[in-house]
């Protein structure tokens, strides 16, 4: 499992956002989301570099923090 920080998250709306946009990327599979904490935890298939990570995030509006 990795973990992801992300700034911005309050909603679940904003959970579901994050889950489908982290869903979206080749080697990313189970996704879950932690509001309170303002983490997103899942588990690489294969290698995804960070950048993508936060490309992806960044694209619908939130930004990795850590």
Known sequence: MATVKIQGMRCGHCASSVTKALSAIGGITNVQIDLA?????????????L????????????????
């Open 37 to 49: 904490k303002g983490e997103a935890t899942y588990t690489p298939t294969k290698d995804v570099p």
């Open 51 to 66: 950048e993508t990570i936060k490309k992806a995030i960044a694209a619908i509006g939130f930004e990795v923090i850590g």
